[in-house]
C-alpha cells in the first residue's frame, strides 16, 4: 500500500491506505521514481545500476515513523518501574527528585562517545522494527552543555545511520533546581536557543505541559517565542492532568499535540479544526497504567491522529512498533488501516515532512517496508511480533 498522500489524513481519510496489487516501485538515488504495476515495464536509464527486489506475495509499505522518543539518554530507571507496579505515582518520584531528574544525572555524567554508542544500538532496533525515520528529543540536560550534547549526538547519528533523525529541543522538560519556572524560560530563550537555531541543531521545540511542570500560560509564552525563533512546535499535552494542552495545541497551530490521556471534549473539537496532528503514545498509558487517550473518538470527531512509541527511559520504555500497534487497534480501537495511516503520513505531517516522507509517493524518500506476510493486516493480527523482513532506506 501506497499511504498516497502529501499532507495529515483527518477521520474518514485515515482508512484509505491506496493500495495497488503487483505493485512496483522504482527509486532513483534514493527518491521514488516511478510507483504502479508490475505488469508495466518501466524504462530505466542504466537498468545496470539497479539492484531489483523481489517482493512478490509480501505487502510492501511506506517506513514507519517514530515521531515521539527521548532515545539520547544516559542511564536507567528499573527500580522506579517496580516502585510503580507497586503503586507509586510517576509524578510522586519525579517529585523527589527521581524520575526525568534522574535520567538528568545519568545523561550529564555520560560522554558524548557513550550517549552515541547506545543511541547507535537503540536505532538499529528502531531499523528491524521498520522505523525509517525517528524524532528524539533532548531534555534530560536542562543546562546548556548537556542539552547541545544530546542535540550534536542525534546530529553525528542522523549523518551515520540510516534512520533518519529529526531533532526537538525539549529542555522544558523540566525545571532544573535553583530556578523558578520563569527563570528557566528566559535562560533557554536567551543562552540556549539561540545557539541550537546557529548549529541548526533541532528543528522544533517541545515542552512538558502539565500539573507542576510547566503551566499552560508560561508553556504558550515559551512556545510563542520559540516559534519567532523558526522552531516548529511539538508539546507534551494533557498527559496526566487536564491543563488545555490540546486547545493551546491548536490555537499556535503546533505541528502536533502528543499524549492527550486527559484531552477533554473541547480539547479533542480545537484539535479536529486544526492542522495539529494528535499524536498518541499507547505504551506509555500501558507502562503507567494509565487509561488509553480516546483515539477512536478522536478519529470520529475529524482529528489526524498519529502513533509514536515515545521510548524513554521513564514511563515508557520501548521501542516497540508491534506493541504500539497492538495495544492502538485493541485499547484505542483504530482500524488496521488507521494505525497504519498513523505511523506513515500522519507520522511525517507530526513532523512536518509529509510532502518528502510518510508514503510511497513519486518524488519523496524512497523508505519502504517489505513485510513478511500477504497483506497489512498481519501486522495488527500478529500481535506484538515482528512483520517486516527488510527496511529499505
Ligand atoms: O513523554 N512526560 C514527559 N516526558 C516523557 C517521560 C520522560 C521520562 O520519564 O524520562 C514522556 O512520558
Ligand atoms: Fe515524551
Redesign the pocket.
Known amino acids: 500500500m501506497t499511504c498516497s498522500g502529501l499532507s495529515a489524513k483527518h477521520g474518514q481519510e485515515m482508512s484509505e491506505l491506496h493500495i495497488i496489487e503487483n505493485g512496483q516501485v522504482v527509486i532513483t538515488e534514493g527518491i521514488i521514481e516511478f510507483v504502479g504495476s508490475s505488469s508495466e515495464k518501466y524504462p530505466v536509464e542504466h537498468p545496470e545500476n539497479y539492484e531489483i527486489i523481489d517482493a512478490t506475495g509480501k505487502a510492501v509499505l511506506p517506513g514507519f515513523i517514530d515521531s515521539h522518543t ?1 532515545f539520547i539518554f544516559g542511564g536507567y530507571r528499573e527500580e522506579e518501574f517496580s516502585w510503580r507496579m507497586k503503586g507509586d505515582s510517576y509524578m510522586s518520584i519525579m517529585n523527589r527528585g527521581g ?2 531528574y534522574s ?1 538528568v544525572n545519568a545523561t550529564r555524567k555520560a560522554s558524548f562517545e557513550e550517549l552515541k554508542s547506545a543511541g547507535k544500538t537503540r536505532l538499529d532496533r528502531m531499523l528491524a522494527m521498520g522505523v525509517t525515520t525517528v524524532e528524539g528529543k533532548s531534555g534530560y540536560g536542562l543546562d546548556s552543555e548537556t542539552e547541545l550534547k544530546q542535540l550534536r549526538v542525534m546530529k553525528e547519528l542522523d549523518m551515520e545511520h540510516p534512520v533518519s533523525i529529526v531533532s526537538t529541543y525539549m529542555g522544558a ?1 523540566a525545571v532544573p533546581e535553583g530556578y523558578s519556572e520563569e527563570a528557566y524560560i528566559d535562560y533557554m530563550l536567551r543562552e540556549v536557543m539561540p545557539v541550537i537555531r546557529r548549529e541548526n541543531l533541532a528543528e522544533c521545540c517541545d515542552i ?1 505541559c502539565e500539573k507542576g511542570v510547566f503551566g499552560t500560560a508560561e508553556s504558550k509564552r515559551f512556545l510563542l517565542a520559540a516559534k519567532n525563533m523558526g522552531f516548529k512546535l511539538k508539546i ?1 499535552a494533557d ?1 496526566i492532568v487536564n491543563t488545555g494542552g490540546a486547545e493551546l495545541a491548536a490555537e499556535l497551530c503546533a505541528l502536533s499535540a502528543d ?1 492527550l490521556l486527559q484531552a477533554s471534549e473541547k480539547g479533542i473539537a480545537a484539535l479536529s479544526e486544526s492542522n495539529t496532528v494528535a499524536t498518541l ?1 499507547p505504551c ?1 498509558a500501558f507502562s503507567l497504567k494509565e487509561d488509553y487517550a480516546k483515539g477512536r473518538e478522536m478519529i470520529d470527531a475529524g482529528c489526524a491522529v498519529a502513533l509514536a512509541t ?1 521510548l ?5 520504555f520501548t521501542s516497540s512498533i508491534p506493541l504500539t500497534i497492538a495495544l492502538a487497534c485493541i485499547y484505542m480501537k483504530l482500524s488496521p488501516e488507521e494505525a497504519i495511516t498513523a505511523l506513515t503520513i500522519n507520522a511525517a505531517a507530526a513532523l512536518g515532512k509529509a510532502d518528502s516522507i510518510g508514503s510511497i509517493d513519486v518524488g519523496k524518500k524512497g523508505h519502504l517496508i517489505i513485510s513478511s506476510f500477504s497483506n497489512y493486516r498481519f501486522l495488527t493480527y500478529h500481535i506484538g511480533m515482528n512483520c517486516v523482513e527488510r527496511t529499505i532506506v
Not at 524513554?312 to 515508557?316: D, L, V
Open positions: 527521548h524520575g526525568i535520567t522538560h512538558f507534551h498527559e499524549h503514545l506509555t515515545d524513554n527511559p521513564g514511563s515508557c
